[in-house]
C-alpha cells in the first residue's frame, strides 16, 4: 500500500482533527492519564490559521484516500515552529512522521523550535536526530489563584508596535499575524511599569492565560500575577526555564497537572525566561 503526501487544506480539518484525537488519546490512555477530545470548532480555528499564514507548511498524508497522519509548521522571521505532528495510531512506525517532519521544515531557518508529551519517546528521538533537543519541561498549573500580593503594574490596550517589541525581546521573533488570531478569541492587555510597556498576557472568558511575554523575568512574573488577581480560576502553560513564573503559579496555590510537555530546541534559541505560551500548536 502506498501512501500519498500532499499540502493540506480546508477540507482536511475534520479528517485531522480525528487524527489527532485517535493519536493523541490513544497516547495519554496508554500512560493512565485521562482524556477529553477537545472540540472541532477549536482544533479548526488552529488550523485555518496555520493555513492562512503557512499553508506551504501543512501537509497532510493519505492510505486509500483517507487522512491518517498530518504535519504543520509556521515561520516567524527567522524561525520555525513545528506546530503539529500526529499519525493514526494504526500507520505508526511506517516512516510516515519522518516524511511528514522533512516536508514541513523544507528550507526552515536552523532556529528551530517545537513542543511534545513528556510520555512520547518516540517522536522525541525523531525530533532529536533532526537536531530539536529536550531542553525544559513545559507544566501545566491549573486551579483557584490566591494569597496574591499586588504589583506596582498598569493595565492598558494592546499597541501593535509594543506586542512587536516584546516579542522581539521576549522571543526573539515578531508575531503580527498570531495577535490578529488571539485577539479575535481572548482580551489582550499591555501591563506597563512608569508608563513603560514591559509585558503583555492574553486571556480567556474561561481564564486561560497565554500567551504571556514580559521584558525581563520579573516583569513576566509581575504580569502573571496580576492576571491570577482578576480570575476565580486559571490555567497558565510555563516552561520550566521561566523560574520566575513557575514560582508566582506556585505561590498562587495552582496545581500541576500532568503529564508535562517538553521544549525541544535547536542550538541557537535560548529557553525562555519571560514567557507563558499559549498552547502546543502556536507556542
Not at 474561561?206 to 513576566?220: E, F, K, M, N, Q
Request: charge should be negative; aromatic fraction near 10%.
Amino acid at each position: 500500500m502506498t501512501t500519498a503526501f500532499r499540502p493540506a487544506t480546508d477540507a482536511d480539518i475534520e479528517a485531522e482533527h480525528r487524527v489527532f484525537c485517535r493519536a493523541e488519546g490513544d497516547l495519554r490512555r496508554r500512560h493512565g492519564f485521562p482524556w477529553v477530545e477537545p472540540p472541532l470548532g477549536w482544533f479548526a480555528s488552529i488550523a485555518r490559521h496555520l493555513l492562512s499564514t503557512d499553508p506551504e507548511r501543512f501537509f497532510v498524508a493519505e492510505e486509500d484516500g483517507g487522512v491518517v497522519g498530518f504535519s504543520a509548521a509556521f515561520q516567524r522571521d527567522d524561525t520555525w515552529f513545528l506546530a503539529a505532528l500526529f499519525i493514526d495510531p494504526d500507520y505508526q512506525g511506517q516512516g510516515i512522521g519522518r516524511r511528514l517532519f522533512e516536508m514541513a521544515a523544507k528550507d526552515s531557518p536552523p532556529r528551530r523550535i517545537t513542543i511534545t508529551d513528556a510520555i512520547q519517546p518516540v517522536s522525541n528521538a525523531l525530533y532529536t536526530r533532526y537536531g530539536l533537543i529536550p531542553t525544559t519541561p513545559v507544566l501545566l498549573f491549573e486551579g483557584a489563584p490566591s494569597g496574591l500580593t499586588p504589583d506596582i503594574l498598569d493595565p492598558d490596550r494592546p499597541d501593535p508596535g509594543e506586542l512587536a517589541l516584546l516579542d522581539r525581546v521576549g522571543l526573539g521573533f515578531e508575531r503580527s499575524v498570531d495577535h490578529d488570531f488571539w485577539q479575535r478569541q481572548r482580551t489582550c492587555t499591555v501591563w506597563r511599569r512608569d508608563g513603560r510597556a514591559v509585558a503583555y498576557a492574553y486571556r480567556s472568558l474561561t481564564g486561560s492565560i497565554g500567551p504571556l511575554v514580559g521584558l525581563d523575568p520579573v516583569s513576566a512574573a509581575a504580569a502573571l500575577r496580576a492576571e491570577l488577581r482578576r480570575v476565580q480560576r486559571a490555567s497558565v502553560l510555563i516552561p520550566g526555564s521561566a523560574r520566575g513564573l513557575v514560582e508566582v503559579a506556585v505561590t498562587a496555590g495552582l496545581r500541576l497537572v500532568p503529564p508535562p510537555g517538553l521544549l525541544l530546541l535547536s542550538p541557537e534559541p535560548s529557553p525562555p525566561t519571560g514567557v507563558a505560551i499559549s498552547n502546543y500548536f502556536l507556542y
